[in-house]
């Protein structure tokens, strides 16, 4: 049993259940039971129910009246929509950063994540090379400063996660590439050339979106 208070109980089962949507063992369509959830987790239905609706902040569950809930299936208009809006945000992200870093000790942390992702990648390991991916925004928070844009971050990160997984599931060798184009946002960054932050950006997500695309339309 989850001992916590009533808000960390929802967010930690949300935080569980989450996990196991993004890596696939849930799939989408599946349907999420109160009462099974409650049972399995040893906790109470209030505390699903907020759960639940964390999820559905994080695209990742769709709740339907008289239905409930159920893994938010996967297709390709949701997809393209989500990369479209990911894209502008990460894009955003980027450029504030390259606009308002002012030491090179605000840049170091890249660098040690850049060393985690190749890591990563040298033990094919999937589950920690996202995690480090998506640390990125973590550590640019800080340098950024911009509440509104970490708040609708963490609301699409889940999501976007969950495709990170079908792509690099797909083609592990897109792991490496990923850091190669790391590597080239951090020069770009660093030189403050926002149209050049905006080119990889969109480049890379462009190229993502349509490894996922392929990847589902192989499993129709």
């Known amino acids: 049993m989850l001992q916590q208070d009533a808000s960390g109980v929802a967010k930690s089962i949300a935080d569980a259940l989450a996990q196991r949507i993004i890596c696939g063992e849930l799939l989408g369509g599946f349907a999420l ?3 099974a959830i409650a049972e399995e987790y040893r906790v109470s239905r209030s505390s699903v129910r907020e759960a639940l609706l964390l999820l559905q902040r994080r695209y990742l569950v769709d709740i339907y009246p008289r239905r409930g809930a159920q893994v938010r299936v996967l297709t390709a208009q949701n997809v ?3 990369y479209d809006l ?3 945000l990460y894009i955003l992200l980027g450029t504030l950063l390259a606009q308002r ?5 605000q840049l170091l942390p890249f660098v040690e994540l850049r060393r985690a992702m190749q890591k990563s990648v ?3 390991d999937v589950e ?3 995690q480090h991916c998506f640390a990125v925004i973590d550590v640019a928070m800080p340098v950024v400063n911009n509440p509104y844009l970490q708040q609708a ?3 699409i990160v889940p999501a976007v996660s969950r495709t990170y997984y079908v792509a690099f599931q797909q083609r592990r060798a897109e792991m490496a590439h990923f850091t190669r184009i790391f590597d080239q946002l951090l020069v770009a960054i660093q030189g403050r050339l ?12 462009q190229k993502n979106c349509q490894l996922v695309l392929s990847a589902l339309s192989r499993e129709r």
């Open 128 to 130: 920690k090379f996202i």
């Open 80 to 82: 393209q929509d989500l």
């Open 101 to 105: 870093w002012q030491t090179q000790g």
């Open 194 to 205: 926002d149209a050049e932050v905006r080119r990889l950006v969109e480049s890379y997500a």
């Open 86 to 88: 990911s894209t502008e």
């Open 153 to 155: 971050l963490a609301n």
């Open 33 to 35: 039971r109160e009462m």
């Open 122 to 124: 040298q033990n094919n």
